[in-house]
């Protein structure tokens, strides 16, 4: 069974950095692709970012170049680095696991103006 713990949210004011982890257990870490998505409120969840098992990203148009995907094979963790964060960037952000439909409980994160 897929389990994702997610943490580093926070407050922080805008233009202020936060970086979130997320520890997977349950699956063969290195072989999957990973990403991060966010549910702002009353909003639908949408992807943020994702890294496949060979280190290849992607991103949301409204984070490129302000947030950067890494992952660490051997803590079987992946990482959102989050810099000059903007107050729309407000929400809670999950881990999943490509392929698999379990989601962790989230980290919040609130960006103040």
């Known amino acids: 069974q897929v389990q994702l713990v997610e943490s580093g949210g926070g407050l922080v004011q805008a233009g202020g950095s936060l970086r979130l982890s997320c520890v997977a257990s349950?699956?063969?870490?290195?072989?999957?692709?990973m990403a991060w998505y966010r549910q702002a409120p009353g909003k639908q969840r949408e992807l943020v970012a994702g890294i496949s098992s060979g280190g290849t990203t992607n991103y949301a148009e409204t984070v490129k170049g302000r947030f950067t995907v890494s992952r660490d094979n051997a803590k079987n963790t992946v990482y959102l680095q989050m810099n000059s964060l903007k107050p729309e960037d407000t929400a809670v952000y999950y881990c999943?696991?490509?392929?698999?439909?379990?989601w962790g409980q989230g980290t919040q994160v609130t960006v103040s103006s």
């Open positions: 349950g699956i063969i870490f290195r072989i999957n692709s």
């Open positions: 999943k696991v490509s392929g698999f439909t379990s």
